[in-house]
């Protein structure tokens, strides 16, 4: 029977390596210990599970299926993102994701690192290569919400609007467009990307970058961060305030809408 010091070890070893709060780390290993069958069952499904990877689909992170999903939930609700939509777009929900980046110890990486990984390993698109990463790290802990690695904290908001992308991109490009759903607001605009992204310098010495991406034919969307914000009630107060930004722009591109309706 481990002592006291040697079960938190262990307990903190599998928080580690599942991304499950203590006190689920705690009890599956509790139970473990009062069933001892159960848990050689285990360790042989996760050795079938291990050798199943080599002929698994590119895509699809190291481990195929955790060994415990009750925190699932919770995984998805400390990442800030729904398991739904992150599987969606990646074909893979939080658990299998934090299985691939534990297995090489991404914890211990920097963002961009693990960005690199994400994106070259598994193909994600740059944007959701960013939401993986951002999510990864808050389950490890190495963020809280709204803040970045640094220490400072950020706002995001995207939208989609039904105009093609190059009307989108001229609504944030050209100065005069900019003015009737951003007014008052003396930003300089650093670097453009036509119809790809822009970094803008913001007059309280924030910045924000935008990152266009056509999604039709005549869809298109915008996704913004506001980088170097103070807390989390500044960044909340940001995401309000690009809530209702982007829902301007919206009226304003309304009429070209209707116009090639």
């Known amino acids: 029977m481990p002592t006291n010091k040697d079960f938190k070890r262990l307990v903190r070893g599998r928080m580690k390596k599942t ?44 481990i195929a299926e955790p060994l415990v999903t009750s925190a699932t939930t919770d995984l998805a609700r400390i990442a800030g993102m729904s398991d739904e939509a992150v599987k969606k777009a990646t074909g893979c929900p939080w658990a299998k994701w934090v299985k691939a980046l534990d297995h090489v110890e ?24 960013q939401m993986v990463t951002v999510g990864y790290e808050r389950i490890k802990g190495l963020r809280a919400k709204g803040q970045r690695r640094g220490g400072g904290y950020e706002a995001t908001r995207s939208k989609v609007f039904p105009v093609p ?67 989390q009630a500044d960044a909340a107060r940001r995401k309000a305030y690009w809530s209702e930004r982007l829902a301007a722009l919206g009226e304003i591109l309304a009429p070209a809408v209707k116009k090639t309706a």
Do not use: C
């Open 19 to 62: 991304g499950e709060s203590y006190t689920a780390a705690r009890s599956h290993l509790l139970r473990q210990r009062s069933n001892p069958s159960r848990k050689a069952s285990i360790s042989r499904g996760a050795f079938a599970s291990r050798a199943s990877v080599a002929t698994a689909a590119p895509f699809t992170p190291v």
């Open 106 to 129: 991404a914890y211990t990486w920097p963002h961009r690192e693990i960005a690199d990984y994400v994106h070259e390993k598994y193909k994600v698109p740059d944007w959701w290569t």
């Open 165 to 231: 992308l190059g009307r989108l991109y001229r609504a944030f490009h050209d100065s005069r467009t900019r003015a009737r759903w951003l007014s008052g607001v003396a930003l300089k605009v650093r670097t453009a990307t036509r119809e790809k992204s822009m970094r803008i310098a913001w007059p309280d010495g924030t910045s924000v970058e935008a990152y266009f991406t056509g999604t039709g034919a005549a869809m298109s969307l915008v996704q913004i961060q506001h980088r170097k914000l103070v807390d």
